[in-house]
């Protein structure tokens, strides 16, 4: 993180006065567009307050916006148009209303942009809306004329930890199938209502689950606690993998749930939210509220309502509940803080984990980043004292951290096999071999779906690649497709090839995740094999499915992504093979060594994390990388050292800033010269350089060509009013989009 971003929250907007308007007074209205806040009038018999949620006219139609303050135009009240009605809705909390402002000017976007973000999922709610609730109706099945079944008894269990919004939920947490609700609930022992909103999420229960720490857990807990209610602090919760972070950080949550306070947990992904939901019925006995795109529109709406009325105590969920309507927010912790996912690249382009800490410091409530390993920001920031630090340097339960061995992929090409190329060496099919033979698990990971990266023509070199972006077609055997990871295009492997006509002359290149799997298929035959990437998960029980189906041991090796590398807890997984170490490494970004440190200590900390000891080979093919170092030695300090060094030499953040403008459009010609034209007006001074123009590594994406520029600033240089007047130099055509990227993490 920017280092300037927790202080630079300080200046977030005053409070706004007057809050209360009455009626025939001018009102400013800030809609969720891309519009400046329009002044409107408050209708006879009304009296409206800021934050309130209100429908005014603009052109011919009603838009939902929210009331910011007291009206600034020069316009005659009585020439004002008037706000149409009041949403019947808790008013956008005013912590809300700064955070929006802050949001938006640190991302050069416009404010109604950042709002819509916030005011989204209220936009179609009249008023608190109701929703089905399946619960338990507290009578017991031996008391009606059902049979008692395992099945029946199964639901009615689930149930009593519930609610439940519908039938197959109930079903799912259950493990059995949906059929049999209706039975129950013609029986009456469930009741199936429809509710206000709010009454979805019961009440957790912080005395439900508590765990019995350890003792390094129990002080680092206390350390948490601590923060709890003292107002605004940020504290690194390092710990190995394994460690119990979770366990922790619950105790800081239990915390603030005493105090009557509500909590918001960020996730990286999805795909980690259902593993978070299930520890937090563990330790709290109910479900929290959960928050990602994934969840259905009439579900969103009522949670954040109850958000919005401070009944769902705690929300888990991805970067966009950042901008959920928290009234009594007391805590926030951001799980793996390091993840790259946290950055959201599309729209409003932010990092959630930056903007968490803003909202901490304007709500003045503690947050906690947990990690294994933290980003270089934050690690310098603790050195800085701007962040406290827990530490947590055991795994839990006396397990022992798995030991790292580099496998020298020179000395160990993989034998030439019966079957074709093959990418495993020898070292490491003997230790998989060996590991399913004494009936542990083993997991092989590759950070690349499909088959393989890139088609060959072998008559005259022809690489197939996508028509609309600049990217080979990867190829899928499973579904039998090529596909663009970028857009989404997909397409049959063509008969001829394209630029030389010759047939059958396709040969796949390097490997991904399937073409391991059928390596691996054809070495042990007889091993259960599974091989898993984020397109082979895509219905959303599919990963709980997986899950039951590793922790069962119904599976022997896995061939996987980083969508298994992270945070999941798999006792008889002993072995981590990574089969192509160095992928990530090349390329020029910032972060390359970095990232592919913290994904290789994330996969290697699947290994071992019970009672029996975990292995993990690394193949690469430049073990002496410090990177490979780094982990086989166990001395990160050494290569945190050099990173920070480097970036400081460099004046690369956070020594410095970066603010990157990506400019794209259907034609390349005004693109470019638009770049040009920009970068002839580029903003000057000390510290202050400009690099670029330039085409994007993707210089084609989904049809819209791109050119970067790259302005660099020092680190007391705010580069927000710099780019604000720089785009206001230039007049943009139409057809020429800017996006800016302040603290940028991609570099394509
Ligand atoms: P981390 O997030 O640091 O990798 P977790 O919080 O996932 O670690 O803990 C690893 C495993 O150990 C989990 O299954 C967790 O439930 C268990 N665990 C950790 N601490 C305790 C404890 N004090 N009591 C019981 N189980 C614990
Ligand atoms: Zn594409």
Known sequence: MPSSIAIAADEAATPES????????????????????????????????????????????????????????????????????????PPLPEALRQFVTWVAAYTVQETGVVLRMALNAARGLQSVPTVPVIMASGRALEDCRLKVTASRQKLLTAAQRGPFTTATALAKAAGVSPGGVRDLIDAGVLTLSEQRAPSMFETPNPHHGAPRLEPGQAQAARELVDMVGKGFSVTLLEGVTGSGKTEVYLEAVAAALLRGQQVLVLVPEIALTAQSLSRFVGRFGTRPAEWHSDVPGKIRRATWAAVADGSAAVVVGARSALFLPFQNLGLIIVDEEHEGAFKQEEGVIYHARDMAIVRAQITQCPIVLASATPSLET???????????????????AATLPTIEVIDMRAHPPEKARWGRAWLSPPLVDAVSKTIASGEQAMLFLNRRGYAPVTICRTCGHRLHCPSCTAWLVEHKLSRKLQCHHCGFSAKLPEKCPSCSATESFVPCGPGIERVAEEAMTRWPDARIRAVASDTLERPSAIAELIADILDHRIDLLVGTQVLAKGHHFPALTLVGVVDADLGLSGWDLRAAERCYQMLHQVAGRAGRAQRPGRVLLQTHDPGHPVMQALATGDAETFLAQEIAGRELLAMPPFGRLTALILSGPDEIAVRETAKRLAAVAPQGEGIEVLGPAPAVMAVLRGQHRHRLLLKTARSTKPQPLVAEWLDRVRLPNSVRVQVDVDPYSFM
């Open 18 to 89: 007057p809050r209360t308007f009455a009626p025939g007074s001018q009102i400013r209205v800030q809609l969720p567009l891309p519009l400046p806040a329009y002044d409107y009038r408050v209708p006879e018999g009304e009296t409206l307050h800021a934050g309130d949620i209100v429908e005014v006219p603009l052109g011919r139609r009603f838009e939902v916006g929210v009331v910011w303050g007291a009206g600034t135009s020069e316009i005659a009240p009585g020439k004002l148009k008037e706000v149409a009605n009041r949403r019947d809705l």
């Open 379 to 397: 690690v310098i920031n603790v050195r800085n004292r701007r962040f406290k630090r827990v530490h947590l340097p055991q795994r839990y339960n």
